[in-house]
């Protein structure tokens, strides 16, 4: 049961992050400016407050899932350079002579 769940893909690149971004923000804008000029022409607020939300659930359901279209360029990583045995495990910072400040 747990395999199916590995199976989905879960990540998204940096494009495809600011392409949801975008989309994210335009359909809340959009839905907030419908919403608001619909209540001001009924009078009622409670309506703006609904198509707001509306909008906002659109939104989620195309930007938070990682959807093809927002893993269209992937990242190359570089290769891993294997460690040889000779070096030290320490990291560079740590093999030098620490500095005392009169």
């Not at 395999?3 to 923000?25: N, R, T, V, W």
């Not at 409670?46 to 990242?75: D, E, H, Q």
């Not at 560079?92 to 009169?102: A, G, I, R, S, V």
Request: charged share 15%; aromatic share 12%.
């Amino acid at each position: 049961m747990l395999s199916i769940f590995k199976s989905i893909p879960s990540h998204m690149d940096y494009k495809g992050q600011k392409l949801a971004e975008q989309i994210f923000q335009g359909i809340i804008l959009i839905s907030a400016v419908i919403g608001f000029v619909y209540g001001l022409i009924i009078e009622q607020f409670g309506w703006t407050v609904y198509i707001v939300l509306v909008g906002f659930a659109v939104s989620c359901v195309l930007t938070l899932p990682p959807w093809p279209m927002y893993r269209k360029n992937p990242l190359s990583w570089q290769p891993v350079i294997p460690e040889t045995s000779g070096e030290s495990s320490q990291k560079p910072q740590e093999t030098l002579k620490k500095k005392k400040h009169k």
